[in-house]
């Protein structure tokens, strides 16, 4: 069934009681998906290497992200959204989140890996500013799909300037 979805999106950090919800979300979305156990590792960690969030709609969990930092540079290991909620723009709200997220933080660099064959994925990275950086070869056993890596410079905020 379609969602006529008129709620507002918010975006914040995932907490354990969201894990039942994104667990469904992973099931959905990935034929190797995460675990409810693997969920909770990350919304848990405490050390701030892992940040972890979820976007609601009105009390709905929509989607959510999960994101490494790693010698300050955060990595994107994980972005999915509820079928019911995908092309309305929360993916691209939830990457944005993300974003600013590492900005904040202080980050110069955000990456991420993707399979050759995702579309969707490719071309919500893309619109977002990633530039493709390299490809592992046959990285994924199923499908022996490629993995395409890709990147996004945090530190310069593009501006036009006009000079007489
Ligand atoms: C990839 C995914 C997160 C996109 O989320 P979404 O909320 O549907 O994306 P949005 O509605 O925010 O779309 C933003 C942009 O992404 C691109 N996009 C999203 N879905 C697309 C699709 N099915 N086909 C082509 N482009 C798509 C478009 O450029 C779109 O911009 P536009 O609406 O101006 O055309 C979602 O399809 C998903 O959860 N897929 C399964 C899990 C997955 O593959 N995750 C990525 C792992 S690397």
């Known amino acids: 069934m379609c969602n006529t979805n008129t709620n507002a999106i918010t975006i914040r950090q995932a907490k354990l009681y969201d894990v039942p919800a994104m667990a469904r979300i992973e099931r959905e979305s990935f034929e190797d ?18 940040y972890v969030a979820v976007a609601m709609s009105g009390d709905e969990r929509a989607g959510y992200a999960d994101m490494r930092i790693v010698a300050g540079e955060a990595q994107i290991y994980n972005i ?27 980050l110069d660099i955000i990456s991420l890996e993707v399979r050759s064959g995702n579309e969707a994925a490719m071309a919500l990275y893309e619109k977002m500013g990633f530039k493709q950086v390299g490809i ?6 199923k499908g022996n799909e490629d993995a395409v890596l890709m990147d996004k410079e945090l530190g310069a905020v593009e501006v036009e300037v006009q000079i007489n």
């Open 136 to 141: 592992r070869k046959a990285y994924y056993e």
């Open 33 to 50: 998906y995460w675990s409810p156990d693997e969920l909770t590792k990350d919304v848990t960690c405490d050390d701030g290497s892992i």
């Open 80 to 106: 999915a959204i509820a079928p019911e909620f995908r092309r309305q723009g929360i993916g691209e709200a939830l990457l944005m989140h993300m974003i600013e997220k590492s900005r904040e933080l202080g």
